[in-house]
């Protein structure tokens, strides 16, 4: 696997940002600019990376074409997926969107067929305009929206029915009840098992549940939770060893270079 990080580090230039990830050991990197940036800033993004060996994983979206300002959402997303092509970026990776006013959050028409068929249309839309030949386009799963299980995002796959579509592996956004927080193996391997055809890349992050008398999962950084990576990373590595794999949401570079330093220590 390439192991990188979902994050953009303070850096002055390209040449910094990319010298930051290398002296580490990162091999892959979220783009760390967007659609209205310079093209010639672009490029300097696109050679720095090229000339320490580090693949573009994934170029992010981040919003909800089904919001409150939907038009102005699905135009960033055709531009950032027309940005992902030209930097060859392995996917552009987005949600499919709550319906409602935050992005990313939980209502009760994320679950309606409706919502489901405006999601199947409006990636089928994306592919068909972008025409891509170097990336795809790919949702991170989550538990109360489109893809929110291995089977339901293999059947979206199936639906869309596009060779620019693809998936995004974050098994921890699977991970939405008690049983599927203590079957996280065998969670692991059926998500692999039903779509190793079409992972393109793939997230890296950890949860744990709350004592309690009611169901609280926390994301925490990898290796603090119960999230078996062993498993992961072996899945992972079967299917590709040039996989990118991010670590995210994280506060900063040290709490990065811990989990880069955890992981790199259970795959040695």
């Keep these: ?10 850096h002055s230039s390209p040449e910094e940002w990319a010298e930051i990830l290398s002296s ?6 979220s783009f760390p600019a967007d659609y209205r940036t310079p093209v010639s800033l672009i ?4 050679r720095a990376a090229q000339s320490r060996d580090i693949k573009i994983a994934e ?11 939907a038009q102005t959402a699905r135009q960033v997303c055709l531009e950032q997926f027309r940005l992902a092509e030209y930097v060859r970026a392995v996917c552009c990776v987005n949600v499919s969107g709550a ?5 990313c959050g939980c209502y009760a028409e994320n679950f309606t067929e409706k ?5 199947v249309d409006f990636i089928r839309s994306l592919c068909d305009t972008v025409k891509p030949r170097y990336t795809v386009y790919a949702l991170e799963p989550m538990q109360w929206m489109v893809p929110d299980s291995p089977e339901q995002y293999l059947q979206f796959i199936k639906d869309v029915d596009r060779p620019g579509f693809a998936a995004h592996m974050d098994i921890v956004n699977f991970i939405k009840d008690p049983f599927t927080y203590t079957h996280t193996d ?22 744990r549940m709350d004592e309690g008398i009611t169901v609280a999962i926390r994301e925490v950084p990898a290796g603090e939770g119960i999230v078996n990576h062993k498993v992961y990373l072996d899945r992972i590595n079967r299917l590709d060893p040039e996989m990118p794999v991010l670590l995210e949401h994280l ?18």
């Design 1 to 10: 696997m390439r192991l990188g990080l979902n994050y953009v580090p303070v």
């Design 24 to 29: 580490k050991g990162y091999r892959a990197a």
């Design 43 to 46: 490029d300097a993004y696109v």
């Design 59 to 69: 170029v992010g979206i981040w919003n909800s074409p089904h919001g409150t300002d």
């Design 99 to 103: 319906a409602g006013e935050r992005w």
């Design 115 to 119: 919502l489901y068929s405006e999601n």
């Design 186 to 207: 065998e969670l692991i391997n059926r998500a692999f098992d039903l779509l190793s055809p079409y992972i393109k890349s793939c997230h890296l992050k950890d949860c």
């Design 251 to 268: 506060p900063d570079m040290t709490a990065f270079n811990k989990a880069f330093d955890y992981v790199r220590g259970i795959t040695v």
